[in-house]
């Protein structure tokens, strides 16, 4: 089987968000929607402080809350694991964004291009994105089903890999295959300490944090 | 001591959502008042015209509110697990039902109309249970506080219309009281759980106080117009009209408080933190 999940190596990230950007530009989302972000938060009290960079977005999760409250279908997971959105199904109830416990979704607002009247390359390519309906990050699934067409693999080859990882500065972001024990995702998590957000919901999310201690 | 995300307030589901669950609980108590008034041989059409009506106006709302109104017959694709799914099957189902009560006079048609509200109803409560995001309707109490202010709504405004009796008064009181346990049970389960501090406040606000003294008030005036005794003529049924009237308005404007201002999502918690520079990513190009 395979099991495409994501790493991010909180050890690496400098929250540049150059990820976030490239996600931006490539994948054409609308203005005020962020599939990948990077969050900077602050631990600990003065003068003992630290921040910490930590990028989210749809966790694409095993058991995934937004696709049992969608009531048309239109969120469904693929056999790999990716949670993807139908836009020619979904009617922009909004359900799922009250059901994601990671704050992954949006509802697309009126179609507009990021800069004015001119479309971007990107968005000149794939148009504005269609108002009124949900929309995540679903891995870049078109460039990873495109490179697993053409025999590259997911992870490895950066043109089956997704624009975040792709564009990360420092390496933080790894991404492939859990399942494949000798991949760079499964390495990684073998012989690093890591955690997943919001475990007590029992999502099982597909987004890995490695680490090296315990929070005080 | 800082290291969390706090939650963010919903803000994708607005008053025309809260509309569907105050139309719908009113309804659905309505309907329920309606079937009772027909089983004991009393005239019940209007009642349940209105609840009809209510159910109609609170699911027209909610038409206007998705982002895609054209394609809303979709919301019947996913029955197996969604209540959004569930909610429209039983509204397919009450209508007709109700309709058809309304046309025939038949009390068998508006019990049956009354149990598919009762159904709509518990799906609207499962709605608000299944959102994940939203500690403050996750909470297993909010589903007995749903369906008991829907109830409580309903049979209150249902003493506007209904024949003059006593027992509808009294199954508005009974509503009522149920309604004020299960909103004190779902204060202190959002008093124990401190994901839920942002809710609470919410609830504590100025529309919400006076919204719960209306729910306080209507206790009373049910309770006294119950009690009266036919000497003080029609003392007892305006004072109950009143209270009834106070029972709806307290239960939505609880229920605005509910959607629009108590939805805040959990915060986010590292269990851990890096350390950088310790010779991590060494290992870590060495593993790639
Ligand atoms: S992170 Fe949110 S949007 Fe993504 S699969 Fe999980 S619940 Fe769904
Ligand atoms: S907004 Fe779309 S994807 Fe989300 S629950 Fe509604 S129909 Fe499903």
């Given at each position: 089987?395979?099991?495409?999940?994501?790493?991010?190596?909180?050890?690496?990230?400098?929250?540049?968000?150059?990820?976030?950007?490239?996600?931006?530009?490539?994948?054409?989302?609308?203005?005020?929607?962020?599939?990948?972000?990077?969050?900077?938060?602050?631990?600990?009290?003065?003068?003992?402080?630290?921040?910490?960079?930590?990028?989210?977005?749809?966790?694409?999760?095993?058991?995934?809350?937004?696709?049992?409250?969608?009531?048309?279908?239109?969120?469904?997971?693929?056999?790999?694991?990716?949670?993807?959105?139908?836009?020619?199904?979904?009617?922009?109830?909004?359900?799922?964004?009250?059901?994601?416990?990671?704050?992954?979704?949006?509802?697309?607002?009126?179609?507009?291009?990021?800069?004015?009247?001119?479309?971007?390359?990107?968005?000149?390519?794939?148009?504005?994105?269609?108002?009124?309906?949900?929309?995540?990050?679903?891995?870049?699934?078109?460039?990873?089903?495109?490179?697993?067409?053409?025999?590259?693999?997911?992870?490895?080859?950066?043109?089956?890999?997704?624009?975040?990882?792709?564009?990360?500065?420092?390496?933080?972001?790894?991404?492939?295959?859990?399942?494949?024990?000798?991949?760079?995702?499964?390495?990684?998590?073998?012989?690093?300490?890591?955690?997943?957000?919001?475990?007590?919901?029992?999502?099982?999310?597909?987004?890995?944090?490695?680490?090296?201690?315990?929070?005080? | 001591?800082?290291?969390?995300?706090?939650?963010?307030?919903?803000?994708?589901?607005?008053?025309?959502?809260?509309?569907?669950?105050?139309?719908?609980?009113?309804?659905?108590?309505?309907?329920?008042?309606?079937?009772?008034?027909?089983?004991?041989?009393?005239?019940?059409?209007?009642?349940?015209?209105?609840?009809?009506?209510?159910?109609?106006?609170?699911?027209?709302?909610?038409?206007?509110?998705?982002?895609?109104?054209?394609?809303?017959?979709?919301?019947f694709f996913h029955p197996r697990t969604s209540w959004m799914t569930r909610e429209g099957i039983m509204a397919l189902l009450l209508f007709p039902l109700g309709l058809a009560a309304v046309a025939t006079g038949s009390a068998a048609l508006a019990a049956a109309a009354a149990l598919a509200g009762l159904a709509f109803l518990g799906c609207q409560a499962g709605i608000l249970h299944a959102a994940r995001?939203?500690?403050?309707?996750?909470?297993?109490?909010?589903?007995?506080?749903?369906?008991?202010?829907?109830?409580?709504?309903?049979?209150?405004?249902?003493?506007?219309?209904?024949?003059?009796?006593?027992?509808?008064?009294?199954?508005?009181?009974?509503?009522?009281?149920?309604?004020?346990?299960?909103?004190?049970?779902?204060?202190?389960?959002?008093?124990?759980?401190?994901?839920?501090?942002?809710?609470?406040?919410?609830?504590?606000?100025?529309?919400?106080?006076?919204?719960?003294?209306?729910?306080?008030?209507?206790?009373?005036?049910?309770a006294v117009g119950a009690a009266l005794p036919p000497a003080f003529g029609p003392m007892g049924p305006v004072l109950a009209g009143v209270g009834g009237v106070l029972a709806f308005l307290g239960g939505a404007a609880i229920k605005a408080v509910l959607v629009t201002r108590a939805g805040y999502t959990g915060k986010l918690t590292l269990p851990a933190v890096p350390v950088r520079g310790g010779g991590?990513?060494?290992?870590?190009?060495?593993?790639?």
């Open positions: 089987m395979t099991r495409y999940v994501m790493v991010a190596d909180l050890r690496r990230c400098v929250g540049c968000q150059t990820c976030t950007a490239a996600c931006k530009e490539g994948n054409a989302t609308p203005p005020g929607v962020q599939w990948r972000r990077v969050l900077d938060i602050e631990r600990g009290t003065y003068p003992d402080v630290q921040r910490v960079f930590l990028p989210v977005g749809c966790q694409h999760c095993d058991d995934p809350p937004c696709m049992e409250v969608c009531p048309t279908t239109a969120t469904r997971q693929r056999a790999d694991g990716i949670v993807t959105i139908d836009e020619t199904l979904c009617i922009g109830c909004s359900y799922c964004i009250m059901a994601c416990p990671y704050d992954a979704r949006s509802l697309t607002g009126a179609a507009a291009y990021a800069f004015g009247n001119e479309p971007i390359v990107s968005e000149a390519q794939r148009g504005t994105r269609p108002a009124g309906l949900a929309t995540k990050c679903d891995f870049c699934a078109a460039r990873i089903d495109a490179g697993v067409a053409r025999g590259l693999v997911p992870g490895r080859d950066p043109a089956a890999s997704p624009l975040c990882v792709n564009a990360c500065i420092s390496g933080a972001l790894s991404f492939g295959d859990r399942d494949d024990a000798e991949g760079p995702v499964a390495r990684l998590l073998a012989e690093n300490r890591w955690f997943r957000l919001h475990e007590e919901e029992g999502t099982g999310p597909g987004f890995y944090y490695l680490w090296d201690r315990e929070a005080p | 001591m800082s290291g969390t995300r706090g939650g963010r307030r919903q803000r994708q589901w607005d008053l025309r959502a809260a509309g569907n669950f105050i139309g719908g609980g009113s309804g659905a108590g309505l309907l329920l008042a309606a079937a009772l008034e027909g089983i004991t041989g009393g005239t019940f059409r209007l009642t349940l015209a209105l609840g009809l009506l209510l159910i109609g106006a609170g699911l027209g709302l909610v038409w206007l509110e998705i982002g895609r109104p054209w394609r809303a017959l979709n919301v995001a939203i500690p403050a309707w996750r909470k297993p109490e909010l589903v007995a506080l749903i369906v008991a202010g829907g109830l409580a709504e309903g049979t209150g405004l249902a003493l506007v219309v209904a024949e003059s009796a006593r027992w509808p008064v009294l199954l508005a009181l009974a509503a009522g009281a149920a309604r004020e346990v299960a909103w004190r049970r779902y204060r202190v389960a959002l008093g124990r759980d401190g994901r839920t501090a942002p809710a609470l406040a919410a609830f504590t606000a100025g529309p919400a106080r006076l919204a719960r003294l209306g729910q306080v008030a209507s206790l009373v005036l049910l991590g990513p060494a290992r870590q190009a060495a593993a790639r």
